[in-house]
């Protein structure tokens, strides 16, 4: 008997049994994708992306011949790398003999010391290099809201090998025993809300607070910028410290009691309030100095909004925020809220990567090359993304 299933025009199946792909997803597909080429065709495929000129060799130094492990070899070999986390460094050995026979020339040791040797004298700065002209290009594709470049903050945490260097530089918690954990590090990145291009970032241990290498990064804002970030960030020097430097922030409220339509400054509408709040107390525990204290105003004419909840699937079902973008006016309430919950929709994004990308268990066995393999893999997120 003939199948007389009939479908509205528009319609297909197959299609309707399939679920929408994930970021996650997509992403590992590309990865999977990019995974197949050998070292020739990464070199052919990201030409217009990596600046070519910083992986010629050295002028004197190390790296500085032309040879079997050249600078451009080490390279993209460690870039193979860190984009299967599966990959060790035979099987980078092998994809560089797989590149040199192509030349016919003679095929280095299998070996893997020579490699791990000249993957060591790869310089942190040219990889720094590479990673900042590949983001500036990002960078310049992106849209801005309402006028302003949106930076969006956050941080995440790392593992890494139990090796004694790692340990000592990245020491593991407190509460395991001595070969029952694992050295941890601690990122902050500083992205673009719409590009997703990387600005920067810090890399700190476990005694590192967010605040901390946040502060390390100031250079990476610029005037008109905006900062988003979470409720670690909610305090009254950093907000005033990016003010003075013409940043406005978009924060979660914390630490401080909301206020409420009584104490309020001004009302700018329902859920909507310009606020005042004094500052500090000095305390010698604080992590800047007195005259720095001095020098900040003796009080923030801030904007506090009060946020409700009404999708599914978020924990809170109201939260507030706190900016220093108080013209009403321009920045209505619901812009600013969406503008936020844009910054969850990253977090999540963020974390996808790191899970995809392998890069929440690093595999380099010095805090000097643990630092490198950070750096190749944001250079392989950014060049994954074009």
Known sequence: MKNTTKLLPGFHLPTLRRKPKTTAQKLAEKLANIKKHSISQLSEFFNGFIPQNILKSNKEGCLSRTRLYSKSNIFWAFFSQVLDADSGCSEAVRKIQAHIALKSNKLPSTSTSAYCQARKNLDHNSL?????????????????????????????????????????????????????????????????LHSGALLSHELGNKKSHELILLRKQMGTFKKGDVFLGDKGFCNYHDISNFKENDVDSVITHAKREPKTTATAYKVLGENDLLIKWKKPSYRKKLAYSKKKWEEMPNELVLRQIKVIVDKPGFRVS?????????????????????????????ELFFRDIKTTMGMDILRCLTPEMVKKEILMHCVSIIVSDY
């Open 318 to 346: 109201s939260f507030y925020i706190v900016t220093t973008l108080t013209d009403s006016e321009i920045y209505s309430a619901k812009s600013i809220a969406d503008l936020y919950f844009q910054r969850w929709d990253v």
């Open 128 to 192: 720094k290099e590479i990673l900042d002209v590949t983001g500036l290009a990002l960078n310049n594709r992106a849209d801005n809201w309402n006028g302003h470049r949106v930076v969006v903050v956050d941080g995440t945490g790392l593992t890494m090998p139990d090796t004694p260097k790692n340990q000592k530089e990245f020491p593991q918690q407190k509460h395991q025993k001595i070969g029952c954990g694992f050295p941890q590090a601690r990122a902050l990145a500083c992205f673009n």
